[in-house]
């Protein structure tokens, strides 16, 4: 699996910034690059407390700064052909 780095703009104003709270939970959202690559990634950073958020967050991005992070290979997707002839082999 390729090693993917933060790519991440921090607003020093805000110190909410790639937080926000989903329904009591607060969750964390950046971007990883590798090889030409990139992907977002969302979160939970499993407290309903910002101030605890907030250290999270903190400690994470240093981690993802430093160490980086593995990214696993997605699924290729299913097209609606590949479903019916799944649809297909379950019926024969």
Known sequence: MPRGYLSA???DGNPL??????NGTWWCHYTLHWDHKKRRIRRSLKTPDPAVAI?????????????????PERKPRQ????????MLHLVL
Do not use: K, P, Y
């Open 17 to 22: 910034h790639h937080v926000w709270n989903n």
């Open 55 to 71: 250290a999270r967050r903190d400690e994470l991005f240093a981690r993802l700064r430093s160490e980086g992070e593995e990214v």
């Open 9 to 11: 703009r921090v607003d």
């Open 79 to 86: 097209t609606r052909r590949d479903e019916e002839e799944a």
